[in-house]
């Protein structure tokens, strides 16, 4: 079968750094993927990693190590905007981007 | 900015009923998307199509069938509607940079 685990709730205080991790066991892998998502909203691409490393995009950045099977999103100077949940996401089909979502992680910011 | 709009926020059907749930695009991808989302259960891909008149099953299409007439429309059919069909039906569209534009989603509620 196909899992991907990540934690389900996360709390953190506004300027803090939170860290998101994701761990996966697919039948393919050819990246992986974050998106945010508001109460009532739809899913927002937020980074995709096919290599290992980090990448950054502003306050956020995105790790994965594929020999681990494993990755980490990570958001500093935390704002209450923030609050959302978070969905990882393994890319299994090179020419398709099927998608097998995570669980998803809900984020409560708190003044 | 890429847009994906569906046909309706809110949907309320008899069960046994036909439903058509439509989706349109207008960033000329070629991959789209159907996913429900369900709480504690992430999004699970229903039906994805990489081209006009082509499909391909995800992981849970039981139930369900698509169309793809026109490559920025796509359509998710119930053909006879199910109380454990109740969910938030969600389409997307893939860009070549591996990001997946989501819509609104549809809430749709099988009585």
């Known amino acids: 079968g196909q899992s991907l685990e990540q934690p389900s709730e996360v709390t953190a205080v506004e300027g803090a750094i939170v860290q998101i991790n994701c761990t996966y066991q697919t039948s393919g892998f050819y990246g992986l993927s974050w998106y945010q998502q508001h109460d009532g909203g739809a899913p927002t691409f937020l980074s995709y990693?096919?290599?290992?490393g980090l990448e950054e995009t502003g306050r956020f950045s995105s790790f994965l190590s594929r020999s681990d099977s494993y990755g980490y999103l990570l958001l500093q100077e935390l704002q209450m905007k923030d609050s959302a949940s978070y969905f990882c996401a393994v890319d299994t089909n090179t020419g398709f981007q099927k998608l097998v979502f995570g669980t998803g992680t809900r984020l409560l910011v708190s003044p | 900015d890429v847009k994906v709009t569906q046909s309706s926020r809110y949907l309320v059907k008899r069960t046994g009923e036909k439903v058509f749930l439509e989706c349109v695009q207008d960033?000329?991808?070629?991959?789209m998307f159907w996913y429900r989302q369900d709480p504690g259960l992430g999004l699970r891909l229903i039906y994805f199509?990489?081209?006009?008149?082509?499909?391909e099953k995800g992981d849970i299409p039981e139930g369900y069938s698509v169309s793809r007439e026109k490559k920025e429309r796509f359509s998710l059919i119930l053909e006879s509607a199910s109380t454990n069909q109740t969910s938030m039906y969600l389409c997307a569209s893939s860009s070549p940079r591996r990001e997946q534009y989501f819509g609104p989603g549809t809430r749709l509620t099988v009585t």
């Open positions: 960033m000329d991808h070629e991959n």
């Open positions: 990693n096919a290599l290992d």
């Open positions: 199509s990489y081209d006009v008149k082509m499909k």
